[in-house]
């Protein structure tokens, strides 16, 4: 089982000055540490439960071409790009460029968006959860059709109309950019994930919860004859130990999930300063979750 790092704070001592050297040094601790995943949230504003809108907010994919730049072997990823925050083509379009200037270490994570303040207060529309749904899936159309070079449009669906769907140059990931969607919706994301995507990430909620979600994304790949096991597993770890930097705790919480084909345990600092964490309790977590398999 490999490990993660999705880095989510950025009220750095140093205040803004300092972020890019903090971040520099992330990527260097992570890969160091043996990290095979770093990602960074998208959002417009910061989570209630990071501080708040008035808290330090970082643009995810200009900190994603940063961490590239700063990085070598570690998959980069946005941990979930909300499908209303930019237009498909557009997304498709900063994906391959993430991809090709990583070298093809991207991951287009994506998921139908929630936060609603956050569209409210940068004037983005925000539309009902149903639409949101129904234009994830234009957007993963869009995105899969800009990456096949023998279609270059146009596309025609419901909410988005492209002339051209011309992305030039290609990524350099073969076929494409891994797709990632986020969540553990039931009916609808998980679906989605059968249909689309490369690889799912829910919440390590529990042993038993995982496996239930996971049996229904098998049932989904049976019924769009899907491989189920060409689609990568994560979970995202929010636990207390990995927190208080309690190994011991922490390996007890992840033995649950060893044998539920969870490819990536990612976790997530509750601090601003993520490069002396990763060193102090990553590097030893991804020790012990290798000897876990």
């Not at 390590?204 to 049996?215: N, R």
């Given at each position: 089982?490999?490990?993660?790092?999705?880095?989510?704070?950025?009220?750095?001592?140093?205040?803004?000055?300092?972020?890019?050297?903090?971040?520099?040094?992330?990527?260097?601790?992570?890969?160091?540490?043996?990290?095979s995943w770093l990602s960074v949230m998208d959002h417009y504003f910061q989570m209630e439960f990071n501080g708040g809108a008035e808290a330090p907010m970082l643009e995810a994919y200009t900190t994603l071409g940063y961490l590239a730049a700063h990085t070598s072997t570690v998959r980069l990823g946005a941990l979930v790009t909300g499908v209303t925050y930019r237009h498909p083509g557009l997304l498709a379009k900063i994906a391959t460029s993430l991809d090709v200037l990583s070298g093809g270490r991207a991951t287009l994570g994506i998921g139908a968006a929630w936060y609603d303040r956050e569209h409210s207060g940068l004037g983005v529309p925000f539309p009902p959860l149903k639409e949101r749904f129904e234009r994830l899936e234009e957007t993963l159309r869009i995105c899969l059709q800009m990456w096949d070079p023998e279609n270059n449009g146009p596309f025609e669906g419901e909410y988005y109309r492209l002339a051209e769907t011309l992305c030039v140059p290609a990524p350099v990931s073969s076929p494409h950019p891994e797709i990632m969607i986020g969540g553990g919706g039931e009916k609808k994301t998980l679906r989605l994930v059968a249909r689309y995507g490369d690889a799912c990430n829910l919440f390590?909620?529990?042993?038993?919860?995982?496996?239930?979600?996971?049996?229904v994304l098998r049932g989904?790949?049976?019924?769009?004859?899907?491989?189920?096991?060409e689609i990568r597993k994560t979970v995202t770890y929010t636990g207390e130990p990995a927190h208080e930097g309690d190994l011991e705790a922490f390996t007890r919480d992840i033995t649950g999930y060893t044998d539920l084909g969870i490819d990536t345990v990612i976790l997530g600092p509750r601090v601003g300063e993520p490069a002396a964490w990763i060193e102090r309790f990553v590097a030893p977590a991804v020790q012990r979750l290798a000897g876990l398999d």
């Open positions: 089982m490999r490990v993660g790092v999705h880095i989510n704070r950025f009220d750095h001592g140093g205040g803004g000055p300092a972020l890019g050297a903090e971040l520099a040094a992330t990527g260097a601790a992570a890969e160091a540490a043996g990290v390590a909620t529990s042993p038993e919860e995982v496996k239930h979600k996971l049996d989904h790949c049976a019924s769009e004859d899907r491989d189920y096991d």
